[in-house]
């Protein structure tokens, strides 16, 4: 059965950083695009990075680009999502998934939940002072 369970949230003052984890269980990251997203008070759930079964692509949504970095570790099997910056629109419950890589040529599966094979629990993201 495949799980991702993150962890690294809390509650951070503006400008502050936090460093996310997404580790699965019962399966191997590897075959993997692993996306990040996140969920605020009242509104709908978005994307907010995803990264490539390889490591060797990303993408961002405008809001985080230059603030956030996603990496992952596949021997640890583990992903990370590195937030500089922090702003208090930024509090959410950030949730990973993992989605299949379609034909591997472009990250278009990050965005088409046709991919979707497993979401994490969720952790949650408080910026304020």
């Known amino acids: 059965q495949l799980q991702l369970v993150e962890s690294g949230g809390g509650l951070v003052q503006p400008g502050g950083s936090l460093r996310l984890s997404c580790e699965a269980s019962?399966?191997?990251?590897?075959?993997?695009?692993i996306g990040w997203f996140r969920q605020a008070p009242g509104k709908e759930r978005e994307g907010v990075s995803c990264?490539?079964?390889?490591?060797?692509?990303?993408m961002y949504a405008d809001s985080v680009k230059g603030r956030f970095t996603i990496s992952r570790d596949n021997d640890k099997n583990t992903v990370y999502l590195q937030m500089n910056s922090l702003k208090p629109e930024d509090t959410a419950v950030y949730y990973c998934?993992?989605?299949?890589?379609?034909?591997?040529?472009?990250?278009?599966?990050?965005?088409?939940?046709?991919?979707?094979?497993?979401w994490g629990q969720g952790t949650l993201v408080t910026v304020s002072s």
């Open positions: 990264i490539s079964s390889s490591g060797g692509s990303t």
């Open positions: 019962g399966f191997t990251l590897d075959y993997y695009n």
């Open positions: 998934a993992a989605l299949g890589v379609g034909d591997g040529s472009s990250l278009a599966p990050c965005v088409d939940s046709r991919y979707l094979e497993a």
